[in-house]
């Protein structure tokens, strides 16, 4: 839906600034072209063992979104430089209406590496399994029109953790389970203007700390006429690591996807299935 031009106070006293927001009749579909190749292999000599790699890439032409806002303000005088205080000026000229419709502005570019490997051997007393993989981000992009017409080329590399990896294992013995997981997430750099991204001068830059999460887990089952009924427990976020800030993050100045908010938790499950 079109929504009609608003105007905006943004400090007592100072200039108006007239913003256009809401939906655009003029858009057009979005466009994407996705790319996957993987191997797996399972080693004869070792029943237990299975390893795997897979690659994906992902384009994205007329990505759907709305302009960035901060960057129009870099520059200006008086209340719109308070805007981005972290952002040098002198790089645009100083605007007082600015075009915030939904738009075809933005193309995507994302490339990422996956490796997994799983193994399971006897042991004395019961049987351990273990499972890791690792995810890396190869590539990401978003090239919007903005960055194109006002900074002179395209827009730079995003801050995104560019490595994940997961870890687990789990110890049977008849109808006993304990294990163990494991997250970690690798620091970043995050830059006070993501239009313009980390490798320009006119962008200031942070560090966000690398995420650690630690789980455990045990459960036992107990079979009857009635089927099996399992009881199984356990603790997530061991050490109650909270998020890292992320001020690009889309929730909360931190990024849901990647890092746990509700700190340590317990659960206790209990499942029952039926005999046939």
Same mark, same amino acid.
């Given at each position: 839906?079109?929504?009609?031009?608003?105007?905006?106070?943004?400090?007592?006293?100072?200039?108006?600034?007239?913003?256009?927001?809401?939906?655009?009749?003029?858009?057009?579909?979005?466009?994407?072209?996705?790319?996957? /190749? +993987?191997? %797996?292999? *399972? #080693?004869? =000599?070792? !029943?237990? &063992?299975?390893? $795997? @790699?897979?690659?994906?890439?992902?384009?994205?032409?007329?990505?759907?979104?709305?302009?960035?806002?901060?960057?129009?303000?870099?520059?200006?005088?008086?209340?719109?430089?308070?805007?981005?205080?972290?952002?040098?000026?002198?790089?645009?000229?100083?605007?007082?209406?600015?075009?915030?419709?939904?738009?075809?502005?933005?193309?995507?570019?994302?490339?990422?590496?996956?490796?997994?490997?799983?193994?399971?051997?006897?042991?004395?007393?019961?049987?351990?399994?273990?499972?890791?993989?690792?995810?890396?981000?190869?590539?990401?992009?978003?090239?919007?029109?903005?960055?194109?017409?006002? /900074? +002179?080329? %395209?827009? *730079? #590399?995003? =801050?995104? !953790?560019? &490595?994940?990896? $997961? @870890?687990?294992?789990?110890?049977?013995?008849?109808?006993?389970?304990?294990?163990?997981?494991?997250?970690?997430?690798?620091?970043?750099?995050?830059?006070?203007?993501?239009?313009?991204?980390?490798?320009?001068?006119?962008?200031?830059?942070?560090?966000?700390?690398?995420?650690?999460?630690?789980?455990?887990?045990?459960?036992?089952?107990?079979?009857?006429?009635?089927?099996?009924?399992?009881?199984?427990?356990?603790?997530?976020?061991?050490?109650?690591?909270?998020?890292?800030?992320?001020?690009?993050?889309?929730?909360?100045?931190?990024?849901?996807?990647?890092?746990?908010?509700?700190?340590?938790?317990?659960?206790?499950?209990?499942?029952?299935?039926?005999?046939?």
């Amino acid at each position: 839906m079109h929504r009609p031009v608003e105007q905006q106070q943004l400090f007592y006293g100072e200039p108006t600034l007239v913003v256009l927001t809401g939906g655009n009749p003029a858009l057009e579909p979005e466009r994407a072209r996705v790319r996957s /190749l +993987g191997v %797996a292999f *399972g #080693p004869p =000599s070792r !029943p237990g &063992l299975a390893v $795997s @790699a897979d690659w994906h890439t992902l384009e994205v032409d007329n990505a759907i979104g709305a302009p960035d806002l901060a960057p129009r303000f870099v520059g200006c005088p008086g209340p719109y430089r308070q805007t981005v205080p972290r952002v040098r000026e002198d790089y645009i000229q100083c605007r007082t209406d600015v075009d915030l419709r939904l738009g075809n502005d933005n193309r995507i570019q994302t490339s990422t590496l996956e490796l997994a490997a799983r193994y399971a051997f006897a042991l004395p007393v019961g049987a351990l399994s273990a499972r890791a993989a690792a995810v890396h981000l190869l590539g990401f992009l978003r090239d919007d029109a903005f960055a194109r017409a006002e /900074l +002179g080329g %395209a827009a *730079g #590399p995003q =801050s995104h !953790p560019d &490595l994940e990896i $997961s @870890a687990s294992a789990e110890w049977t013995y008849a109808d006993l389970r304990a294990g163990a997981s494991v997250r970690a997430v690798r620091g970043l750099t995050e830059c006070s203007n993501a239009a313009l991204g980390c490798g320009t001068d006119t962008s200031e830059k942070r560090e966000v700390a690398p995420y650690l999460w630690f789980g455990l887990f045990a459960g036992r089952t107990w079979r009857s006429a009635l089927g099996a009924t399992t009881l199984a427990a356990g603790i997530g976020n061991l050490t109650n690591r909270a998020p890292p800030r992320v001020y690009a993050g889309a929730y909360a100045n931190s990024d849901a996807t990647l890092y746990d908010y509700a700190g340590r938790s317990l659960f206790v499950r209990i499942t029952q299935a039926l005999a046939e």
